[in-house]
């Protein structure tokens, strides 16, 4: 059992490296405590990129009209490059699996009060875990240029699974503060990328499926409300 036991640390930990070493270089830029802006030369450079759209992942809500301090960076990240032109769609994607968690009526109405015209919101109610939200982007929403907006140790297996199910992604980092709970978080994101790794190579279909909602249409039927 011992020797099982390091056995398979061994083979988990040689993943985790090979996921971060495979990803980190498509992490192009990072908000942070040090870094609150895009430069002008930043911004043409994503630009360049030519994504369909901007992927916010979500992060948990404190109650049913406000984001945890971790989403709410996010969504200020992902505000920012839209506001900026790096993509002219949003696509939200979270759990929807009950009223009492509903992080996409969340996110949706953040960036709605931020500006952003309706049309160009895309939400997945069905984006359960980060597998489910990078398969529906290439299935329900025929995403092929992804920009992915998340934390910096959530990044790397978010563009692992994203390139392996076909999509050609770009991480911008959102690491504005130090988060409480981070090490658990690690903890689990260490597991989570060994599971996906294997998630991907069957290529699993996602929980839920849908009708096929373009990235380069209207967003409103997705909204739900």
């Known amino acids: 059992m011992i020797f099982l036991a390091v056995f398979l640390g061994v083979v988990g930990m040689m993943i985790n490296n090979y996921v971060v ?15 609150n802006t895009f430069s002008n030369s930043e911004i043409n450079k994503i630009k360049g990129f030519g994504a369909d759209c901007i992927m916010i992942l979500g992060a948990g809500i404190k109650d049913d009209e406000t984001p945890t301090p971790m989403l709410k960076d996010r969504l200020d990240t992902g505000l920012m490059l839209y506001q900026a032109g790096a993509a002219s769609k949003i696509l939200l994607t979270g759990d929807n699996g009950s009223k009492e968690h509903n992080e996409i009526h969340v996110m949706l109405n953040y ?115």
């Open 21 to 35: 070493k495979e990803e980190k270089d498509k992490i192009a830029y990072a908000i942070n405590e040090n870094k």
């Open 111 to 225: 960036v709605k009060e931020a500006g952003v015209p309706e049309e160009d919101i895309f939400c997945d109610h069905a984006g359960f875990s980060t597998y489910d939200s990078m398969y529906r982007a290439k299935k329900i929403f025929q995403v092929s240029n992804l920009i992915v907006v998340t934390q910096t140790y959530h990044e790397y297996r978010s563009l692992y699974i994203g390139e392996k199910l076909g999509l050609n992604v770009m991480g911008i980092a959102s690491d504005q503060m130090k988060y409480a709970g981070q090490p658990a978080r690690e903890v689990r994101e260490v597991l989570a990328r060994v599971k996906d790794v294997f998630k991907v190579m069957i290529k699993s279909k996602s929980i839920l499926g849908g009708e096929v909602i373009p990235i380069n249409g209207s967003g409103i039927s997705s909204h739900g409300e």
